[in-house]
């Protein structure tokens, strides 16, 4: 399963706190299709149905069911920039 670096918990409880009116939002990833590495990112007030839900020091995070099978071993860190542009990468777990 998809585990979340300590700086990627941060990052995406900062996201998620700046959407208005949704107590229960998370970050959720997708994927188009099984198997594809082209990764979304988006806030979702809800968890679809077949989501996996990740909750890691405060932070929530939704992943779909195709893009699960892409991160189940895998780790998100996440890292802000002088001009506060956040980037996110995926490394394998240890």
């Keep these: 399963m998809l585990t979340l670096t300590d700086s990627a918990s941060t990052v995406v409880k900062s996201i998620v706190e700046r959407t208005p009116d949704t107590t229960d939002a998370a970050l959720r ?14 806030v979702a007030t809800q968890a679809e149905p077949n989501d996996t839900v990740i909750k890691t020091a405060g932070a ?8 699960a099978l892409v991160l189940d071993d895998k780790v998100l860190d996440a890292q802000i920039d002088d001009e506060g542009a956040v980037k996110f990468s995926i490394d394998m777990q240890k």
Excluded at 60 to 67: C, G, H, I, L, P
Aim: no cysteine; proline share 5%.
């Design 29 to 42: 990833i997708s994927a188009s299709e099984p198997g594809a590495t082209d990764l979304s990112l988006a």
């Design 60 to 67: 929530t995070v939704f992943v779909e069911q195709n893009a």
